[in-house]
């Protein structure tokens, strides 16, 4: 039972940081991968990146390599996702979600969350 929720979302300006939560409230095994997606009004859902449970393996869609970074707290049950010199396009409600196989797409993701908005506006 995987249930997860995101939070951290928040309207900043470009250049700005912010650090997104997703959390587990199930349990999250070292064959998941946990993934980070975002969808701007009009727009597919995109992949930005995403994790390996078991080994912390990151990756990264080229668009935000070098700016964001993904890290987890097994602890916690949660992932985060640190958001650097944010951009314009970096706006829209971003989503975590959960596969066993790895994938850019968001069709091979499930158990996602309700989502969390993150604004950058000058």
């Known amino acids: 039972q995987v249930r997860l929720s995101e939070s951290g979302g928040g309207s900043v300006q470009p250049g700005d940081s912010l650090r997104l939560s997703c959390a587990n409230s199930?349990?999250?095994?070292?064959?998941?991968?946990l993934g980070w997606f975002r969808q701007a009004p009009g727009k597919e859902r995109e992949f930005v990146g995403a994790i390996r449970w078991g080994t912390g393996a990151t990756y990264y869609a080229d668009s935000v390599k070098g700016r964001f970074t993904i890290s987890r707290d097994k602890a916690k049950e949660t992932m985060y996702l640190q958001m650097n010199s944010l951009k314009s396009e970096d706006a829209a409600l971003y989503y975590c979600?959960?596969?066993?196989?790895?994938?850019?797409?968001?069709?091979?993701?499930?158990?996602w969350g309700q989502g969390t908005q993150v604004t950058v506006s000058s």
């Open positions: 199930g349990r999250t095994y070292s064959s998941h991968i």
């Open positions: 979600g959960r596969t066993n196989s790895y994938s850019t797409s968001a069709t091979s993701y499930s158990d």
